[in-house]
């Protein structure tokens, strides 16, 4: 799926307010944004509070990306909300500054590629998505394993550069 056209996609989701609303691809495309759609596989679990919150807690610099980070689980967003309101100390999530989505479905998850049917639950799968909506990065990991948000910030300020970037670049390096 890399390098053509990412699977659109609108969800319901729990808003960094905390209130009910949409998210949606063509939404982002339309304010010129990049997104990180990242899915785990469910809330209330242990691995999971340890991604969100480290996503959630680096906001800035993906804000300074003009980035937006969507996480995306086949939990509902009653229960999205019921975890973002526990505690961190009672493996909650405590406030969170992006959205988290609801795929009841299975829909989004599916033509991600990440749904397990089996279980109808997702794998930990990130996604980078360009402004024009080209799937530009994909890394799926077992749910056992968590992904490193410092990762996920240089693989999208090297897309950024729109240049050829070596192996181990990092911000701030020449591209060749």
Avoid at 27 to 46: A, G, I, R, S
Avoid at 116 to 134: H, K, N, W, Y
Avoid at 146 to 169: M, S
């Amino acid at each position: 799926m890399v390098a053509k056209q990412a699977p659109r996609f609108e969800m319901d989701a729990v808003l960094p307010n905390k209130e009910f609303g949409k998210v949606s691809l063509e939404d982002n495309m339309k304010n010129d944004k990049w997104t990180v759609l990242y899915f785990y596989p469910m809330d209330f679990t242990f691995v999971c509070p340890t991604e969100i919150t480290s996503l959630s807690d680096r906001q800035d610099e993906f804000d300074d990306l003009d980035a937006e980070v969507i996480g995306v689980s086949t939990d509902t967003i009653h229960t999205h909300l019921a975890w973002i309101n526990t505690d961190r100390d009672d493996n909650g999530l405590g406030k969170l500054e992006h959205s988290l989505a609801a795929d009841t479905n299975h829909r989004v998850a599916r033509e991600y590629g990440v749904l397990l049917e089996d279980e109808g639950v997702a794998l930990r799968g990130l996604f980078i998505i360009s402004p024009e909506g080209e799937l530009m990065y994909s890394v799926v990991n077992h749910n056992n394993i968590g992904r490193d948000v410092d990762e996920t910030l240089r693989v999208l300020q090297a897309l950024q550069t729109g240049g050829l970037c070596p192996a181990n670049w990092k911000p701030g390096q020449a591209t060749l």
